[in-house]
Each structure stands twice: as C-alpha cells, then as structure tokens.
C-alpha cells in the first residue's frame, strides 16, 4: 500500500512538472477606496465608488500561450523560472454590488489615458483632471454606463505611457542576452506640432547606446516623400540618452518636418507583456474571488460578461488582442465576450517587437514606415495576392470574442478601412463571419467627440465637429445584448463595391466648393520589409479605396445620424495641411466642415453648387420634421437610442439652430 501512495506521488509530481506553468496574477494591491462623485446616484444602480491600485503577475516563457511574447526568454525571472511585471489598474464600480449588472465593460488605456467615462458619454470635465482622475458627476456625462451598472476597469500596459496627471503605466521590463545589454541600431521619426505642441526638442522612443554622433545619423525632409537631406553633426547634439536638439543653440526644428534618426538603441523593453498583463488582469477580475494571498478580488465575485471598447490606438491593440491570441487566458477560459474597436482601420499596434514603439500612428505625413498595417486585415479569412498569405484576424480556435469595428472617414483615408470588407485588391466584397459586424460613421472625423468646434487649427480648411458617440453608445447596448441574450446587433453598415459607395479619391464626386481645398490622394498601404532602413514595397500595393458622396460632399453609406442624414453642410473625414506646416499633405486625421448658406441669393453670390438651407427643407420647421424622420428611423434600427433621438430632435428645434435659417447678415 505504501509502495502504490509513493508511486502515486511520483507519477501526480511527473505530470505537473511536464506540464506547462499557468501565467496568473499573482497579487492585487488596493491602494485606495474612495466614493465617486460624493455618493451620487446614477438611476437604479445608485452610488459609484474609485478603486485605484497595482497588480502582479508571472509568466512562464516555456507556456506556449507566452511564446508569441517576442523576448520574454531573455527578460529577467525569478526563482521559479518566470518573468514577473507589475501594472497600474482602476476601477469604478457599483457601491452596492448588488444593484450592479454584474457585468464588466473593459476600456482599453490609450498611451495610459482613460476614456470610456467621458468620451462615450459626452461629458463636459469639471476640470481636464476629470478625463484620468474622474471624481465628479459631471465626469460621467450622461452617466449612460454608471446607470446600466457596469464595472469600468482600466489598467496600464505601456511602460513608456505617462503616469503624469494620473496616467496608467506599467514598469519597465528589459531585455538582455544573458545579462549583457542588447544594442541595436534603429530609427526614430520626430515632429514638431503636428501631434501636439510644438517642440525645441526631440525625445527618442529608447535609450542611445552611445552619445557618440558619429554612430548616428539624423535627417531631414519636408514632405513625406522628399529625397532625405542629412543633417551634419555640427547641426545637432544628444541633449541626454533620450533627447536630442538641433544646433545652434536656439534653433528650433521645422513645424511638420519630418526628422528621421539612426541611432544604436539600447534596454529594449519586453513590450508584449503588456497584453499578457491585460489578459491576466480582466481574467482575474472575471473568474477569481481572490489571488494567491487573499486579496479580494476589487470587481467583487460573479462577473457575468465582458465586453471591451478601444479607440484609435486601444482599438489597435483590441485588434492584436484577438489575432495574438490574448483572448484565451491560462486556463483555457474566455477573456472577454464581445470587443468594440473603434477607429483602428486595418492596423495594429508596434508594440510586440524588439524596439517597438507603440505610440507610432500610420498616416499620411507621419509614422508612415514604421509597422501598423499588415495582412490579415479583415475578420475574414482569405488569401493575399500581396504576400500569398492565407489568414484573418479571427483565429478560428473556440476564443473569439463577438466583434464589431467602427471607424470614421478618416481611416478610409488614412487607415485603410475599406480592406476590412474587400478583398486586398479592393477587387471584390467580401462578407464578415457571422460573429462579426463593421460599420461607418458617415461624414466624421478620426478622434471626433462631442462638443467640438469646426476651428481650422493645423489645417486649411475648418475642422469636422461631427459626433459619432451617440451611435457608439448604441452599438455598445447592442453589442451588450448580443453577447448577453444573444440578440443579433445591427446588421453591418460599410460602403460596398457592389452599391457604389466605395471609389478612389479621383473617382470621388465632390462638389467645388468655395474656399475649400480637396484632397486628391490618400494614404497608400505596401508591406513593410524593413521600418529600420526603411524599406516600404509599393510595387504591388494593396488597393483601400474611400466612401462615396453625394452631390453636397456627404457620404452616402454607413451609420448617418441626423447631422448627416439632414445635413447643415459637408462633412469630411479629411483635410490639408496649412503653412507653416507642409502644404498638400493630408492633416493628420482630422476631417473638413463647410456650412451650407441659408438662402440661394447667398449661395449663387458665392458660387455655391450646393442648395442653401432655404431651397432643401423650406424653413426651420421643415428642417425639424425631417431630423424627426430621420430620428425615428435610427431608433429603430437600434442605431441610436430613444434618449439620444430626443437630443437630436431638441436641438434641431432649438433657437440656435433656428438662427442657422438666417441670411448671413442678420446672423
């Protein structure tokens, strides 16, 4: 009998042993409970509380989950052979667990910012605070998700996010070849103003191995596809390890110059831990009562559902989430239900690389050779007649999530969107599985927002004010019910070949329209085969093509909500730049807003093509029926809810637009 308990134990410690780790976190820590909003209640589910804190985890770099985690054998481990991180999170949850739909809506830190309290429900910030630090009523908006009772969870997952006015980051973890530092030579781009304000001097993504200029190159050229003009080394210094200026002293870099430098880089962080980390963290919150040491779990027990929301760069990373294969965590389970991806056209995120640099954004004019776009691109599967590749974003192995993906105009222009439903040639539609939906915000711009203002800024022509939210909060209800109750979403909304509503820039029918400079060309995608050299293969490029418009430049196909469907004047998801910055390229990713005029003796005095508000509904009041009419029709659709209709239909009403029906001079 003893013999048969030994052998036993020998046999149960040889499976374990053969057996791959299970990554987990390891440890929770709560750093602070506080009442949001001074304990005001959000309809049914009541009072909201912030929790703020750090969690642990383990890796295990032999686990074939952890593989695809480039350099995760050559970070650091402890004694049990793991690689351990250690990561910011936050929460907002029902004070009373008990009036909370037990259910967790996932947003995604965009380069360590929150968004999902503000963004989505229109707020107006007591202070800018409210947007990562949020604490008031106010901060939440409509308060749409705090009356529906979610848990909102946030967490880091970039080291180099800022931590500054409560960014969520994680810390570092680096690489080495066995100890000894990893060097590598790469390549930074570096604006001035274009993404921000404008700079006296450059930060480098890594570390400089070396401040010896004569291992490095930095060059210089106006327009994206200028011949590169280097900069001598007497024309710049390293300011640091990770900071360069431009020489003399004073000298400030050109606003939208792009400025490129080699450089051997050094202390790669293993960056791909970041999506392990999320993974760990969501599955913890939803499966786990309380971790190894006895940690509560802060989401509180009996999670029902998932569902996650990213934008822009956080609906990248949503989209390299799924194809990495994050979404089954290390006990087989599914992470989350159902992803909303917003804005991330066909790209990724330049992150799970050695000396990635996940902050990149692929357009036009900047960040164009660096890695974002790559096949597969659609939920899909197919074959590349590029590469000869054969796949989709799907993986196809039981953990796919219910998926939907919204994008703007722009990311027909500057992401290739239109390649999420044909097929790389821009040949062909091609038809989503069935567990997955695409939709257009018709006339909207990449990071619109409630609230905005039609200002020019870097641009020619005055920026797009559109709002897209109220829509997203309806796919985010639907997407809810349908990884719930299972009621099928909307079905899909996206120009299509097949319909028209799909053409290249020179096959676009927009009108002349005084004052407003056009965009002729748009962001082309090749395969990348080098981003160091760089070395970008445009000789068999694939083909995204852009929405169609109508006769007044407003697109005739996907979502339109009232302000397009019943339009004041076009809407775009480009525009130009303007001096002092480079003239012709496409501005960033903001689109264009013109006004039609109120009568049709302005607009003939201004040469107007399009008919003036006066000769398309009549009057105010005739303008007001139609925004009904089209209200009612998105209600039902479930493209727009019945609170946010009676907005549109307010507003329409309202004196201030009534005063848009005024001749100019009286206005």
């Not at 509380?49 to 593989?67: C, H, I, S, W, Y």
């Not at 490095?216 to 200028?226: H, I």
């Not at 913890?284 to 559902?305: H, M, Q, T, V, W």
Request: charge should be neutral.
């Amino acid at each position: 009998m003893k013999g048969s308990i030994v052998a036993h134990a020998a046999l149960c410690a040889l499976v374990f042993a053969a057996a791959p780790a299970a990554a987990r976190l390891t440890e929770i820590n709560v750093t602070a409970v506080e009442p949001f909003a001074d304990g005001h209640a959000f309809g049914d589910t009541g009072a909201y509380e912030r929790v703020k804190g750090t969690f642990k985890g383990e890796l295990d770099p032999a686990d074939p989950r952890n593989q695809v985690i480039v350099n995760l054998d050559k970070a650091p481990k402890n004694a049990a052979g793991r690689v351990e991180y250690e990561v910011d999170f936050f929460l907002l949850r029902p004070a009373d667990d008990a009036r909370g739909n037990r259910k967790i809506v996932y947003d995604v830190t965009n380069r360590g910012r929150k968004n999902l309290h503000w963004r989505l429900t229109d707020a107006r910030l007591a202070s800018p605070a409210g947007a990562n630090d949020p604490r008031t009523a106010q901060d939440a908006g409509n308060g749409l998700f705090f009356r529906m009772g979610y848990t909102m969870v946030w967490n880091g997952w970039d080291p180099d996010a800022p931590r500054s006015n409560d960014g969520l980051a994680m810390k570092p973890v680096i690489a080495t070849n066995g100890g000894a530092p990893i060097v590598r030579v790469i390549r930074d781009e570096l604006q001035s103003g274009t993404r921000g304000a404008q700079r006296e001097t450059f930060r480098l993504t890594h570390e400089a191995a070396t401040l010896d200029q004569a291992q490095a190159n930095l060059t210089v050229r106006r327009n994206e596809a200028d011949p590169r003009r280097e900069i001598p080394a007497s024309g710049w210094a390293y300011a640091n390890a990770r900071e360069i200026r431009l020489l003399p002293q004073g000298a400030k870099p050109e606003p939208g110059s792009i400025y490129e430098l080699h450089y051997p880089a050094t202390n790669p962080r293993v960056l791909g831990i970041g999506l392990a980390a999320t993974r760990d963290l969501v599955s913890f919150l939803r499966y786990e009562s309380a971790d190894s040491k006895g940690n509560a779990n802060p989401a509180r027990p009996g999670i029902k559902a998932v569902i996650a929301f990213g934008s822009s760069q956080s609906g990248r990373y949503l989209r390299d989430h799924v194809a990495q294969g994050f979404n089954q965590d290390e006990s087989a389970r599914k992470v989350i239900d159902g992803i909303l991806a917003h804005t991330a056209g066909v790209g990724g995120v330049f992150l799970n690389t050695e000396f990635g640099q996940p902050a990149r954004t692929h357009t036009q004019h900047e960040d164009r050779t660096f890695p974002e776009g790559a096949f597969p691109f659609s939920t899909a599967r197919m074959t590349d007649p590029v590469t000869g590749k054969i796949g989709g974003l799907f993986r196809n192995d039981g953990f796919d999530p219910l998926w939907m993906e919204t994008n703007t105009s722009t990311e027909y222009w500057q992401k290739g969107a239109s390649l999420l439903v044909t097929d790389p040639l821009g040949a062909r539609d091609v038809e989503l599985p069935a567990n997955a939906r695409g939709y257009l915000f018709a006339g909207t711009q990449h990071g619109a927002l409630a609230w905005m203002r039609s200002t020019p800024g870097n641009c020619v022509n005055p920026r797009n004010p559109h709002s897209p939210t109220p829509a997203q909060r309806a796919l985010l209800v639907a997407l809810d019910e349908w990884v719930s109750a299972g009621i099928a979403p909307p079905a899909s909304r996206t120009p299509r070949l097949k319909d028209g509503t799909l053409a290249t820039p020179g096959e676009l029918k927009f009108p002349a329209i005084p004052g407003i400079q056009v965009a002729r060309r748009m962001n082309d995608i090749g395969v990348l085969k080098d981003w160091i050299k760089p070395e970008l293969d445009l000789s068999k490029p694939y083909r995204p093509l852009v929405p169609q418009v109508d006769a007044d430049g407003n697109e005739t196909s996907g979502i339109r909500l009232p302000d397009i469907a019943v339009p004041l004047g076009t809407h775009t998801g480009w525009n130009l730049y303007k001096s002092p910055f480079p003239e012709g390229e496409l501005c960033d990713r903001d689109g264009t807003y013109a006004p039609f005029t109120a009568a049709r003796a302005e607009r003939e005095a201004n040469n107007d093509p399009r008919p003036s508000l006066e000769e398309r509904y009549g009057d105010h009041a005739g303008y007001a029926r139609r925004v009904e009419e089209a209200v009612k029709k998105l209600v039902a659709e479930r493209l727009l809810l019945a609170e946010d209709g009676e907005l549109f239909i307010a507003k329409a009403k309202s004196e201030e637009t009534a005063k848009r029906f005024a001749p100019q001079a009286a206005r």
